[in-house]
């Protein structure tokens, strides 16, 4: 071997013995979705959702124009069969409001009371926010 690849082998058997381990730091996963209770226990959660968590959902919102009328796609039913709507006050916050449905005609619904107009709702995928509000669906 020629002079100059001793050096070379030295210089890196020289580095390599040198290195010591980096152990590895445990990384805490952020939770996709922040929940806050409501005012008492009959109250709505308010669940606050990374931009990633809505993206993985594939939530789908509209501006309520007609407070009297919304899409049937909206509308879940709790346990007890009560219809709800999730409203998205802000970007990434959801809380569920409670209807009253007097008709259902083809995909819309017919309310006696609900969101009012401009309120912004879920019309994909609240089933979804139901089941983390809940615990249902291994979300908690």
Excluded at 6 to 20: F, I, N, Q, R
Excluded at 76 to 95: A, M, Q
Aim: proline residues 8%; glycine residues 8%.
């Amino acid at each position: 071997m020629r002079r100059s690849t001793w050096w070379v082998v030295l210089a890196v058997a020289a580095v390599t013995t040198g290195c010591t381990a980096v152990e590895a730091t445990p990384h805490e996963p952020l939770p996709a979705v922040t929940i806050v209770d409501g005012a008492d226990d009959s109250a709505p959660k308010t669940l606050s959702l990374t931009a990633d968590a809505v993206r993985r959902l594939e939530l789908t919102t509209v501006v309520v124009e007609d407070p009297a009328r919304v899409p049937y796609s909206a509308v879940l039913y709790d346990k007890t069969g009560k219809p709800w709507v999730y409203s998205n006050p802000e970007e990434r916050t959801f809380i569920r409001v409670p209807v009253t449905i007097t008709r259902v005609e083809d995909d819309a619904v017919n309310l006696s009371a609900g969101p009012p107009r401009g309120t912004r709702i879920v019309t994909r995928a609240a089933i979804k926010l139901y089941g983390a509000e809940t615990g249902v669906g291994g979300g908690h």
